[in-house]
C-alpha cells in the first residue's frame, strides 16, 4: 500500500523559507519510473505542479517558481524534501507531495497515482 | 505557458451522463489525465492515458480523447460523484506538468 505525508510548518512570515517533508512508503524512489512530485492549491483554486524529483536524481521545476524552488530526496529515509525561498502571502495553499509516475510514448508524461491528504501553509506576518 | 481549458462547471441530474472537455494545442501527441477531488480532500486519478481506469475506480468513468480535446464522460452519474474535476497533460516538450483550471460537476 502507497502511502505518503506531508509535513512542514502550518504558518511562515513573508520572505521566510518554507521547507516540506514527505515521507512515504510502499515503493522505493530508486526504482525505474518512480517520481515524486510537489503540488499546491491556493484556497479555493486550482492545482497548480511545482517539481518534481526522479528516480534518477533528475529535478523538474514549473518555470513561473523555478528560482525559488529545490527538490531533493533521502532514498534511505524515503523522504522527498521542497524547500521555497522568499515566501509571500499568494503562496498560501495546501501543498500535497504525490507519488508520479514516468511514461514514454511519443514523448515523456509524468502523473500522479497516489497522494498525500495535503498539509496547508499560510503565509502572514 | 501551456494551458489547458475546461468549463467551469458542468450540471447533470442522477442517472445521466456527465462530459467534461479538455482542450490544448498538444493534446494530439500527449495523452491527457483526470483527477476528481471532493471538498476537503486529495486528488485521486480516476483515469490515466485518455482512457485508460485505475483499479477501484467505478466502470462509469471513462475517458476519451479527439485532436485537441480530452473528455471524461461519468455515465449514470451519482450523487457521490459530485466533485471538482482537474485534467493534467504535459506540454509539447513533455518535461512540464500542467493542470487545467478545473470543472466543477454538480449533481442536480
Known amino acids: 500500500q502507497v502511502t505518503l505525508r506531508e509535513s512542514g510548518p502550518a504558518l511562515v512570515k513573508p520572505t521566510q523559507t518554507l521547507t516540506l517533508t514527505c515521507s512515504f512508503s510502499g515503493f522505493s524512489l530508486s526504482s525505474s519510473g518512480m517520481c515524486v512530485s510537489w503540488i499546491r492549491q491556493p484556497p479555493g483554486k486550482a492545482l497548480e505542479w511545482l517539481a518534481l524529483i526522479d528516480w534518477d536524481d533528475d529535478k523538474y521545476y514549473s518555470t513561473s517558481l523555478k528560482t525559488r524552488l529545490t527538490i531533493s530526496k533521502d532514498t534511505s529515509k524515503n523522504q522527498v524534501v521542497l524547500t521555497m525561498t522568499n515566501m509571500d502571502p499568494v503562496d498560501t495553499a495546501t501543498y500535497y507531495c504525490?507519488?508520479?509516475?514516468?511514461?514514454?510514448?511519443?514523448?515523456?508524461?509524468?502523473?500522479?497515482?497516489?497522494w498525500g491528504q495535503g498539509t496547508l501553509v499560510t503565509v502572514s506576518s | 505557458s501551456y494551458e489547458l481549458t475546461q468549463p467551469p462547471s458542468v450540471s447533470v441530474s442522477p442517472g445521466q451522463t456527465a462530459r467534461i472537455t479538455c482542450s490544448g494545442d498538444?493534446?494530439?501527441?500527449?495523452?491527457g489525465y483526470w483527477y476528481q477531488q471532493k471538498p476537503g480532500q486529495a486528488p485521486v486519478l480516476v483515469i490515466y492515458k485518455d482512457s485508460e481506469r485505475p483499479s477501484g475506480i467505478p466502470e462509469r468513468f471513462s475517458g476519451t480523447s479527439s485532436g485537441t480535446t480530452v473528455t471524461l464522460s461519468i455515465s449514470g452519474v451519482q450523487a457521490e460523484d459530485e466533485a471538482d474535476y482537474y485534467c493534467q497533460s504535459p506540454d509539447s516538450s513533455g518535461t512540464y506538468v500542467f493542470f487545467g483550471g478545473g470543472t466543477k460537476l454538480t449533481v442536480l
Open positions: 498538444a493534446l494530439p501527441k500527449q495523452h
Open positions: 504525490a507519488r508520479t509516475l514516468f511514461t514514454m510514448v511519443a514523448v515523456e508524461e509524468y502523473y500522479f497515482d497516489s
